[in-house]
């Protein structure tokens, strides 16, 4: 059985900054890629980032520049920081791999 806790969630202004972290259980880690997706209120669940077991990187149009995802092999982790943060990015952030989801953690950015 595979477990994903997400935290780092929180509120922040508009052009502000937080990290999420993943804590994976369970031996996936590092055979599977490892990908952030995003729910705002009324839409569906998208895609925002995606690192390869080989840590190969792909980011999501609307956060390029600004969100970086990475790993800790060693800690099970993956992790997205996000800078410049803007309203639109309020959103449950959910971690993926394969099949496996986390329960998700609330981003909200607001002044």
């Known amino acids: 059985q595979v477990q994903l806790v997400e935290s780092g969630g929180g509120r922040v202004q508009p052009g502000g900054s937080l990290r999420l972290s993943c804590a994976a259980s369970g031996s996936i880690f590092g055979r599977l890629p490892m990908a952030w997706y995003r729910q705002a209120p009324g839409n569906g669940r998208d895609l925002v980032a995606v690192?390869?077991?080989?840590?190969?990187?792909h980011y999501a149009d609307s956060v390029k520049g600004r969100f970086t995802i990475s790993k800790d092999n060693a800690k099970n982790s993956v992790y997205l920081q996000m800078n410049s943060l803007k309203p639109e990015d309020t959103a449950v952030y959910f971690c993926?791999?394969?099949?496996?989801w986390g329960k998700g953690t609330l981003v909200t950015v607001s002044s």
């Open positions: 993926n791999a394969n099949q496996w």
């Open positions: 690192i390869t077991s080989g840590g190969s990187t």
